[in-house]
């Protein structure tokens, strides 16, 4: 049976001293330029304490306050994902001798032990989503494999879901199931903690725990309640695929690729999203290259682009194509849905096009 | 483990102009153990790397069982094509592969084959006809169906002309405009039909060329009575990895890297000819 135990909030740092001594690196949500993102972390005084954020559609906001809480946020835009799935990095180079022979050099993927704390349910979820993608299919990706192996999660259930979380709709959260090694509930005082996997076990067996209280118990069971309670945005249930797929003419295709500016912006900040290019660098000395990958788009028009022709040349039908990649033909390639409720392709939109509200539209009325 | 995203080297050792915009590459891994492990299947494709510009996926057009030389039609299409065109006899390129599912060759045996290509001869249709060729006794009749826009952009004319002499296969071909001493159908490619005298129980159809082409002989052939099950095409799309990972070529719940290129009708039928899959 899974133990859970009580860190005092002043204990807090033995968990980053732990970990640091494990052989992690330590990265953990701080604010930077005003929004959260996950850094380098050397004191948990650097933690968000006391900050709120508010999100809508096109807006994320921080609002700082008294509270002494550490997580009391949702997600910025940031996810896992340009941890294990690099924005960029070298897949191979090659060098071309003065007879023309070459020799291809397969990179090498930089690899640290590297612990994150304050993993949120959505961004586990999206972490299996992408498993998915790269490791359980017929081909594995070797680079991502590598980091994937050496990263420890720390989650932190969520309690402060913004106004463009949806996590309790997809089924993905507020509060995280399985998936991480250790799982912390901040609560006033301190923090119920729990191990997930053997490397969790170890670290939990290091921190200076105590026995939870019963009341330590319910009041996170509260907590968790009212986090999926007060989320407000659904995607609609029943057939959500197939109504999709029965619905590529529907005249809100054209209205949304009316406001869509067609910038990405939703596919950079998804962390599901995974569409990558090769791109090829020849070197200024003349006789080496290299060969990288970069994240693409598919809101861009070199995406569909084949010899003289576009397949998808206008925003309606890019727009089409993401939206029923992510919610219906991403359960036909993988087993389930490519959406895991965080939001954030709503509150990073510069045109506040809401997912949900798209949906909805197209196929179905459950927002209310 | 062969990392799949790194290409191995691979020396030209014959290079045919084929027509001013088309020529093919014949190749063998410098890598003896490479050679030995590489097999492939007709319909399927490796990445072409050239190197310091990038990598394009080309169909393999020469016989599996050839151990020698695997070759590579390749047209004039964009800047990694271009740049091919110049690579002469005795240098290097990059190849991976063999990626991607090719033609049901197996369960095409005992059928009457019907080839339908469009466009500037389809090289991917030309393994599998020079496959049932040389293995004549284990298929039924053989029908290739060819339309082409101008009869000059007619490829490989020798070539129909030694199968039009084969044995049970019947070759037709049409070109919506005929030049002097053209021997074939002048027409659009769709009338070519009427001449087909087929029996739609017997019959598996292999496909490649425009799209529009393809979704042309579909309805005719549907309307003839084949099975969607036994109508087959090999689709194309943006490829950069291959494997099914990079996302491009991704077709409504498919990969045509992987999955395909090649797809029965009724796997895709829900979005074949849907523009923007």
């Given at each position: 049976?899974?133990?859970?135990?009580?860190?005092?909030?002043?204990?807090?740092?033995?968990?980053?001293?732990?970990?640091?001594?494990?052989?992690?690196?330590?990265?953990?949500?701080?604010?930077?330029?005003?929004?959260?993102v996950?850094?380098?972390?050397?004191?948990?005084?650097?933690?968000?304490?006391g900050?709120?954020?508010?999100?809508?559609?096109?807006?994320?906001?921080?609002?700082?306050?008294?509270?002494?809480?550490?997580?009391?946020?949702?997600?910025?835009?940031?996810?896992?994902?340009?941890?294990?799935?690099?924005?960029?990095?070298?897949?191979?180079?090659?060098?071309?001798?003065?007879e023309?022979?070459?020799?291809?050099?397969?990179?090498?993927p930089?690899?640290?032990?590297?612990?994150?704390?304050?993993?949120?349910?959505?961004?586990?979820?999206a972490?299996?989503?992408?498993?998915?993608?790269?490791?359980?299919?017929?081909?594995?990706?070797?680079?991502?494999?590598?980091?994937?192996?050496?990263?420890?999660?720390?989650?932190?259930?969520?309690?402060?879901?913004?106004?463009?979380?949806?996590?309790?709709?997809?089924?993905?959260g507020?509060?995280a199931?399985?998936?991480?090694?250790?799982?912390?509930?901040?609560?006033?005082?301190?923090?119920?903690?729990?191990?997930?996997s053997?490397?969790?076990?170890?670290?939990?067996?290091?921190?200076?725990?105590?026995?939870?209280s019963?009341q330590?118990?319910?009041?996170?069971?509260?907590?968790?309640?009212?986090?999926?309670?007060?989320?407000?945005?659904?995607?609609?249930?029943?057939?959500?695929?197939?109504?999709?797929?029965?619905?590529?003419?529907?005249?809100?295709?054209?209205?949304v690729?009316?406001?869509?500016?067609?910038?990405?912006?939703?596919?950079?900040?998804?962390?599901?999203?995974?569409?990558?290019?090769?791109i090829?660098?020849?070197?200024?000395?003349?006789?080496s290259?290299?060969?990288?990958?970069?994240?693409?788009?598919?809101?861009?028009?070199?995406?569909?682009?084949?010899?003289?022709?576009?397949?998808?040349?206008?925003?309606e039908?890019?727009?089409?194509?993401?939206?029923?990649?992510k919610l219906a033909?991403?359960?036909?390639?993988?087993?389930?849905?490519g959406?895991?409720?965080?939001?954030?392709?709503?509150?990073?939109?510069?045109?506040?096009?809401?997912?949900?509200?798209?949906?909805?539209?197209?196929?179905?009325?459950?927002?209310? | 483990?062969?990392?799949?995203?790194?290409?191995?080297?691979?020396?030209v050792?014959?290079?045919?102009?084929?027509?001013?915009?088309?020529?093919?590459?014949?190749?063998?891994?410098?890598?003896?153990?490479?050679?030995?492990?590489?097999?492939?299947?007709?319909?399927?494709?490796?990445?072409?790397?050239?190197?310091?510009?990038?990598?394009?996926?080309?169909?393999?057009?020469?016989?599996?069982?050839?151990?020698?030389?695997?070759?590579?039609t390749?047209?004039?299409v964009?800047?990694?094509?271009?740049?091919?065109?110049?690579?002469?006899?005795?240098?290097?390129?990059?190849?991976?592969g063999?990626?991607?599912?090719?033609?049901?060759?197996?369960?095409?045996?005992?059928?009457?084959?019907?080839?339908?290509?469009?466009?500037?001869?389809c090289?991917?249709?030309?393994?599998?006809?020079?496959?049932i060729?040389?293995?004549?006794?284990?298929?039924?009749r053989?029908?290739?169906?060819?339309?082409?826009?101008?009869?000059?952009?007619?490829?490989?004319?020798?070539?129909?002309?030694?199968?039009?002499?084969?044995?049970?296969?019947h070759?037709?071909?049409?070109?919506?405009?005929?030049?002097?001493?053209?021997?074939?159908?002048?027409?659009?490619?769709?009338?070519?039909?009427?001449?087909?005298?087929?029996?739609?129980?017997?019959?598996?159809?292999?496909?490649?060329?425009?799209?529009?082409?393809?979704?042309?002989?579909?309805?005719?052939?549907?309307?003839?009575d084949?099975?969607?099950?036994?109508?087959?095409?090999?689709?194309?799309?943006?490829?950069?990895?291959?494997?099914?990972?990079?996302?491009?070529?991704?077709?409504?719940?498919?990969?045509?890297?992987?999955?395909?290129?090649?797809?029965?009708?009724?796997?895709?039928?829900?979005?074949?000819?849907?523009?923007?899959?």
């Open positions: 049976m899974e133990q859970t135990q009580f860190l005092q909030r002043q204990d807090l740092q033995s968990l980053v001293d732990v970990l640091k001594a494990s052989g992690y690196r330590c990265l953990a949500p701080q604010v930077r330029d005003g929004a959260i996950y850094d380098v972390l050397a004191d948990v005084s650097h933690l968000p304490v900050v709120h954020d508010q999100q809508l559609p096109g807006k994320y906001h921080l609002i700082g306050s008294d509270d002494k809480r550490s997580f009391a946020w949702a997600n910025g835009a940031q996810a896992l994902k340009p941890l294990l799935f690099s924005a960029r990095e070298l897949l191979w180079s090659a060098e071309r001798d003065a023309g022979k070459i020799n291809f050099v397969q990179a090498e930089a690899v640290q032990k590297t612990a994150v704390i304050g993993v949120r349910s959505c961004d586990l979820a972490l299996r989503v992408q498993d998915q993608v790269f490791l359980e299919q017929q081909y594995q990706d070797e680079n991502y494999q590598a980091r994937r192996e050496a990263l420890f999660t720390v989650a932190v259930n969520c309690s402060h879901p913004a106004e463009t979380c949806f996590c309790a709709s997809t089924g993905d507020p509060t199931r399985s998936g991480y090694d250790l799982l912390l509930t901040e609560l006033d005082d301190g923090f119920l903690v729990a191990a997930g053997a490397a969790g076990e170890q670290v939990f067996a290091q921190l200076p725990l105590e026995l939870a019963d330590q118990h319910f009041v996170a069971g509260e907590q968790a309640l009212h986090a999926e309670q007060v989320q407000t945005r659904k995607l609609p249930q029943a057939g959500l695929a197939d109504k999709l797929l029965a619905n590529l003419d529907h005249p809100r295709w054209q209205a690729a009316e406001r869509c500016l067609s910038c990405g912006n939703c596919t950079m900040v998804c962390p599901t999203c995974f569409c990558h290019k090769e090829e660098q020849p070197q200024l000395d003349g006789h290259t290299e060969h990288l990958r970069e994240w693409d788009s598919c809101f861009t028009q070199g995406h569909s682009y084949i010899h003289g022709t576009v397949i998808r040349e206008d925003t039908k890019r727009y089409r194509q993401w939206l029923t990649h033909t991403w359960v036909e390639q993988f087993g389930s849905s959406c895991v409720g965080c939001g954030r392709c709503i509150s990073w939109c510069p045109a506040a096009i809401d997912l949900t509200e798209e949906a909805n539209a197209i196929a179905g009325n459950s927002n209310d | 483990m062969i990392n799949p995203y790194t290409p191995f080297e691979a020396e050792v014959e290079r045919i102009q084929e027509s001013s915009t088309i020529f093919t590459l014949r190749l063998r891994f410098t890598d003896a153990e490479q050679h030995e492990r590489y097999s492939f299947q007709p319909g399927q494709f490796n990445m072409v790397y050239l190197y310091g510009v990038g990598e394009v996926a080309i169909s393999i057009v020469s016989d599996p069982e050839d151990e020698q030389l695997y070759d590579h390749i047209r004039i964009g800047r990694v094509t271009r740049g091919l065109a110049q690579v002469k006899q005795g240098q290097r390129v990059g190849i991976r063999p990626f991607g599912r090719g033609w049901p060759l197996l369960k095409a045996e005992g059928h009457d084959v019907l080839i339908v290509t469009g466009g500037l001869g090289a991917p249709v030309v393994s599998v006809i020079n496959y060729i040389s293995r004549r006794e284990r298929f039924g053989l029908t290739i169906m060819q339309g082409v826009k101008h009869s000059d952009d007619l490829l490989w004319r020798e070539r129909y002309k030694l199968w039009s002499q084969m044995p049970d296969t070759v037709i071909i049409a070109a919506d405009q005929g030049g002097q001493q053209w021997p074939w159908r002048i027409g659009p490619v769709i009338g070519m039909f009427d001449e087909l005298n087929l029996q739609p129980d017997k019959t598996i159809a292999m496909m490649c060329g425009p799209e529009g082409m393809m979704h042309a002989a579909i309805k005719r052939l549907l309307e003839m084949v099975a969607e099950e036994m109508l087959f095409m090999s689709m194309e799309r943006n490829m950069q990895c291959a494997v099914g990972h990079c996302g491009h070529c991704q077709y409504g719940g498919h990969f045509v890297c992987k999955d395909g290129p090649v797809f029965s009708f009724n796997e895709i039928k829900a979005i074949f000819g849907k523009s923007g899959f």
